[in-house]
């Protein structure tokens, strides 16, 4: 049973202090987002007027902007802008980075290729296990207890209440 106009002691006063958090938190990062926002638009604008002027820096007011063009590689296969983030890996193209790496491989760079795993994918997995209800772990098969590292990672979440 909750009342809503208790005073703010004990756990009402923690619950005060994590809900006031939370909303600066969700404040600060709209902030940000906009302001991230505003940056990308200026920096593309910033870099057509500096083509269209032919230089590539200019100073102003102490500060010296500048392009910082710089190239990024990855598999054909892939064709992802480095900017992008996404950590899902598409079936589609298992072949083609197959066959990618077969050839990077031949030419001498299989020093960079390693393999990986997607450690959301193997999250999802250990969360269907079955729990220990002694300390609420998920139970590995004894097979992968030496491959696999479990931690919990403890957190309080907030939901505004209807």
Not at 14 to 35: F, G, N, P, S, T
Not at 84 to 95: H, I, Q, V
Not at 136 to 141: A, E, F, G, S
Not at 142 to 149: N, T
Request: charged share 30%; net charge negative; hydrophobic share 40%.
């Amino acid at each position: 049973m909750t009342n809503d106009n208790a005073k703010p002691t004990g756990l009402g006063a923690l619950a005060q202090r994590v809900i006031l958090c939370d909303m600066a938190v969700k404040a600060a990062k709209r902030e940000l987002d906009d302001a991230t926002k505003e940056r990308t638009d200026a920096k593309e604008l910033m870099h057509a007027g500096l083509a269209e002027h032919g230089v590539n820096s200019v100073k102003y007011h102490g500060y010296t902007v500048y392009t910082n063009d710089r190239p990024f590689a990855s598999l054909a296969a892939a064709k992802k802008d480095p900017s992008e983030k996404d950590d899902a890996e598409d079936d589609d193209d298992a072949g083609d980075k197959t066959a990618a790496i077969a050839t990077l491989k031949a030419q001498g760079l299989g020093w960079m290729v390693k393999e990986t795993v997607n450690v959301k994918t193997l999250t999802s997995w250990v969360r269907e296990l079955p729990v220990d209800p002694d300390t609420k772990m998920p139970v590995l098969p004894p097979e992968l207890e030496k491959a696999i590292s479990i931690f919990i990672k403890e957190d309080i979440g907030v939901t505004k209440a209807s």
